[in-house]
């Protein structure tokens, strides 16, 4: 298992990603890093905030209480435009940088 | 369901957020671990086992430490905390550690206030004494090759029993050159010169020295020149050297002053050359001028009233020294024979003669002042460290976020670092305030304070700057290399106290106990004993009692009817006034004006050749003086008009004196002689009366022979005191004696209008000055280690509250929990009172030499100190123990 939470470069990179699709919940975001990587990522309530509301404060997503019909509300983070920017950046970095680790350890994609 | 919110909030605590922020949060993360408990309940989980497992998750991180960085608006612009790689230049990361710690010290504010007093109390402390002790002890004296100058003194042989010295002696010493290469006499009138300007004439106070005073100490003139040999040979014309002080207020600072005339004494007198502002030997408070005398050859060995300087010769050993005083000596001896003859002259060392009796007391006080700085640094280094274990978490945090532990220790350094500059700035206010209060409390006693001129200097500045950072390599470093050693991990689950160090700071503040007891009984002692010098009986009803002092210019009354007639007229004009139900005067007064002393025999039993006649306190007195004074008569009868001028002269007797030279028989109607052989010096002894201290209130009562003032005779100066019984305050009987004395000589001041109480006061001045100063560092301290047990028994609490908690559920009382705190503090500073126990024990004998009446192991300060110190122990535990009473078991169980 990976704690995540210690490497927060690639934390707020998984984030990002995730909410480049659509508006998420803290759970939903938490369930789903778990259950796409098979269980070896996770995220605890205590790693997991204080990582969003970091994000929030740089202004790369935006939280926002929601109401949905029959439900409490839940608070929704959305990526921004900015937010965009830095995904797309570390995307590229982290290309390169899996390719950098691949060409050492003699791994090649075919 | 397990209620998650309350536990959020109460991780969220540390944070202060505003109230809407913490409930937003609390509400978003309490639904997440609602959700994540529902979706383990439905995988099938036990509610226990999800519970447990939600319970963890949430415990995995420090959430406080993880939200401090966005939740707070000022910490927001600085983008990576302190310590991370990511710093840049050195600089630039110095001076965010620098924002980074003013920022988390006025988070802490008590933590930072407390830290900061404690170090300025302590640095400040440390530098206004060293500053004094610096004036007094370790700066040379102001004159040539101070090392070289001794004052020589009669004694009989048993250590400390010094004499001043006659003229016989001091010519002797100056005739004889094989020791000394200068040699020079000086005397200090006590009443002052009378300095005449027209029909004005005025006290002035002076110096009366021989030809050699200013070449032997080394002394250069600012103008003119100084005595030389030749001014003081018997008939020259009278010459004065002249103050700066003297020249600049009284002679406008005329340029021209050498060679022109002044009048002092009634006698047209030549100044001869002005000191530079810094000469101010032999007294500053009586170094207005200084006058020549000529020495005849004297017909007696004594009288004994001249102090003797000399210079050394660079190359005589001490033995050499001694002997040839010892032949000069006996030389002395055999010119003068049926002197006193087992006298020997004692060299002193000018600086010895100085610090001497200030040593004990400075030693004692600086003793005091390096226990105040240690209290200080113990009690910042305790408030860091506990500061250190709180922040493990914080810490663990930046750990984990890749902070090296060099860049945390430098961290915490400058946060030390910038208390210290904190505290040292402060503590520079207090040394420089407390150099000025130190020598304005100083009493006339201690004058050595004023004549060297106390001040902070660079080399004090550089002591603080030590001290300060000394504090700083104490108080800061310690802590950051305890509290970055601890491993991140395990730090990171919560913050832990391991045993190692809550016994070190156990065992910091049992010093800062045994320190502050060793300090507390010191002062207990010395309190004690100023208690017991108030207390004494002088031997006078000095309730309701003013007096006041008039000197008589020797210009005008320089004939005994002229000065009769004055006093005559004066204690007529008092006694005409309804308000003042006594009146009288004395040339002496309790506790410590003697006037003058003489020797004496019992006429019926001369002294046998080679026997010393002793020497007793001789006082002039108007008849009413015992009435006024409440002096009880013991025998025969007080001075009245029977002992007028022209009448037979008479003496009275004090109890001391008629006991000891007329045991078991009466002395009235014996006869004394008092200075000197012969019927001309033999009185009738007319009256006994009670014992009075003239000697000062640590003496014994003195042995006194009474003169009636109007006879003129012994003891009898042109300078004395009115003595008044009356309901009237002090501030009216001076205003009535201002007015009789300026009816009769519009040119005279009257001076000191004092009550007996207030002589009383000024005669234990000195005491009072350093039983205050010690009392006042002692309090320092004592402040010091209950803010220091305070500190290590609320932190105590804090970290034991869930075991705590879980006592309080299982059914402990409060009254319980506090006997719990309690006991716990009590023990610390129990040790520690054991510890400055003994430790008192064996310092006391450092304080014996300040002590009257009370011994230096007096047993109701060992008792009462120590009770005192628990006290305040229990009191300083109170505030924690009741903070733990009040925990909520169901909050602290959860908690970490």
């Known amino acids: 298992m990976i704690t995540l939470d210690l490497k927060k470069g690639s934390a707020d990179f998984l984030i990002l990603s995730l909410l480049r699709q659509e508006p998420r919940h803290g759970y939903e975001l938490c369930k789903l890093i778990e259950s796409r990587s098979g269980g070896v990522v996770q995220f605890q309530v205590s790693s997991l905030y204080p990582l969003l509301y970091r994000m929030e404060e740089r202004g790369w997503i935006r939280g926002k209480w929601i109401e949905k019909a029959g439900q409490r509300r839940r608070r929704y983070y959305q990526i921004t435009a900015a937010g965009r920017e830095v995904v797309k950046e570390q995307q590229e970095s982290w290309l390169e940088f899996v390719q950098a680790i691949g060409q050492v350890v003699g791994l090649t994609h075919a | 369901m397990p209620e ?220 003119g020149r100084t005595f030389q040999a030749g001014d003081d040979a018997a008939g020259a014309p009278p010459t004065a050297v002249l103050s700066f002080a003297f020249w600049r207020k009284r002679l406008g600072g005329d340029p021209q002053i050498v060679g022109k005339s002044i009048n002092i004494q009634g006698l047209p007198t030549t100044v001869i050359g002005v000191m530079p502002s810094t000469v101010w030997y032999p007294r500053s408070d009586r170094a207005e001028l200084w006058m020549n005398e000529s020495f005849a050859t004297p017909p007696r060995r004594g009288p004994f009233g001249w102090a003797v300087l000399a210079r050394v010769r660079p190359d005589v050993a001490a033995a050499q020294q001694k002997a040839v005083l010892a032949q000069i000596a006996e030389g002395v001896r055999a010119r003068f024979p049926g002197g006193p003859d087992h006298w020997t002259f004692e060299p002193q060392s000018m600086s010895q003669r100085f610090s001497g009796p200030l040593r004990p007391v400075l030693l004692v006080l600086m003793g005091a002042v390096v226990v105040v700085l240690l209290i200080a640094c113990v009690n910042v280094t305790n408030l860091m460290l506990a500061r250190a274990t709180g922040r493990e978490q914080e810490i663990a945090v930046r750990t984990a976020l890749g902070a090296s532990r060099s860049a945390l220790v430098r961290q915490l350094f400058v946060e030390g670092t910038l208390l210290a500059v904190l505290g040292g700035a402060l503590g520079l206010f207090v040394a420089i305030w407390g150099v000025r209060a130190l020598t304005a409390m100083a009493p006339d006693s201690l004058f050595v304070l004023r004549d060297f001129k106390t001040a902070l200097d660079a080399r004090v500045l550089a002591l603080a700057a030590v ?88 210009i005008h009354y320089s004939k005994v009817p002229d000065v009769n007639a004055f006093h005559d007229r004066l204690l007529a004009d008092l006694r005409s006034r309804p308000e003042l139900e006594r009146v009288s005067t004395s040339v002496g007064l309790p506790p410590d004006v003697f006037g003058s002393s003489s020797d004496f025999f019992v006429s019926s039993h001369p002294p046998a050749d080679g026997e010393f006649s002793p020497i007793v306190d001789v006082l002039a007195v108007d008849g009413d003086y015992f009435a006024a004074l409440g002096i009880p008569l013991l025998s025969g009868r007080i001075f009245d008009a029977r002992d007028n001028p022209d009448a037979p002269s008479t003496v009275m007797i004090s109890e001391a004196l008629a006991r000891k030279y007329f045991p078991g028989s009466n002395p009235v109607g014996e006869r004394l002689n008092v200075g000197g052989t012969g019927d001309g010096n033999a009185y009738s002894i007319v009256g006994v009366v009670g014992n009075v201290r003239y000697d000062g209130v640590a003496q014994d009562p003195s042995e006194a022979i009474y003169f009636p003032f109007v006879q003129g005779g012994l003891g009898a100066t042109p300078s004395f005191s009115v003595i008044v019984r009356t309901r009237a305050g002090a501030g009216e009987v001076g205003r009535l004696v201002r007015e009789a004395v300026h009816q009769i000589d519009p040119e005279l001041a009257v001076a000191n209008v004092r009550t007996v109480q207030e002589l009383v006061e000024e005669s234990v001045a000195s005491n009072r000055f350093r039983t205050t100063l010690l009392t006042v560092f002692a309090l320092i301290a004592l402040a010091l280690a209950a803010v220091g047990i305070y500190g290590v028994m609320a932190y105590a609490v804090g970290q034991r509250s869930r075991e705590i908690g879980i006592r309080l559920a299982l059914g402990a009382r409060a009254a319980a929990i506090y006997r719990l705190i309690l006991r716990e503090g009590l023990i610390v500073a129990g040790v520690g009172v054991v510890i400055g126990l003994a430790a008192s024990l064996a310092l006391t004998r450092v304080v014996t030499k300040l002590l009257y009446g009370v011994s230096a192991t007096d047993a109701a300060t060992f008792v009462g100190v120590p009770l005192i110190l628990l006290a305040i122990a229990a009191l300083a535990c109170i505030l924690p123990a009741r903070r733990a009473a009040r925990v909520d078991p169901s909050v602290t169980m959860r908690g970490d």
């Open chain 2, 467 to 554: 001290a300060t950072m000394g504090s700083v390599m104490i108080f800061a470093l310690a802590p950051a290399i305890l509290g970055a050693s601890t491993r991140a991990t395990g730090a990171a689950r919560g913050s832990t106290d391991t045993p190692h160090r809550r016994r070190i700071r156990s065992s910091l503040v049992v010093a800062e106990f045994a320190l502050s007891l060793v300090l507390l009984v010191g002062a207990g002692l010395l309190i004690r004993s100023l208690a017991k010098l108030r207390a004494v009986d002088t031997g006078v009803r000095g309730d309701g009692v003013v007096t006041a002092s008039i000197a008589l210019p020797a």
């Open chain 2, 4 to 223: 998650w919110r309350r536990d959020i909030l109460a991780r969220l605590a540390p944070l202060r957020l505003a109230p809407e922020r913490e409930h937003e949060i609390a509400e978003e993360m309490a639904q997440h671990l609602e959700d994540r408990f529902a979706d383990l309940r439905a995988s099938g989980a036990s509610e226990a086992e999800a519970g447990r497992v939600v319970r963890e998750e949430l415990e995995r991180a420090p959430l406080a430490a993880a939200l401090e960085c966005t939740e707070h608006p000022d910490t927001r612009d600085a983008a990576p905390p302190p310590g991370s790689r990511t710093d840049g230049s050195s600089l630039a990361a110095l001076w965010r550690d620098v924002r980074y710690g003013a920022r988390s010290l006025r988070r802490v504010p008590g933590f930072t206030a407390v830290a900061t007093i404690t170090l300025a109390l302590g640095i400040g402390a440390t530098t206004a004494m060293f500053s004094v002790l610096d004036a007094v002890l370790l700066r040379p004296l102001p004159f040539a090759q101070p090392e070289q100058l001794v004052r020589v003194f009669n004694t009989y042989g048993t250590a400390g029993n010094l004499q001043s010295l006659s003229v016989a002696d001091f010519l002797a010493l100056r005739a004889d050159t094989r020791v000394f290469s200068s040699v020079a006499s000086f005397r200090i009138p006590d009443n002052g010169l009378s300095y005449v300007t027209g029909d004005r004439a005025e006290r002035v106070y002076g110096a009366i020295v021989s030809a050699d005073f200013f070449r032997t100490l080394g002394l250069r003139p600012l103008l």
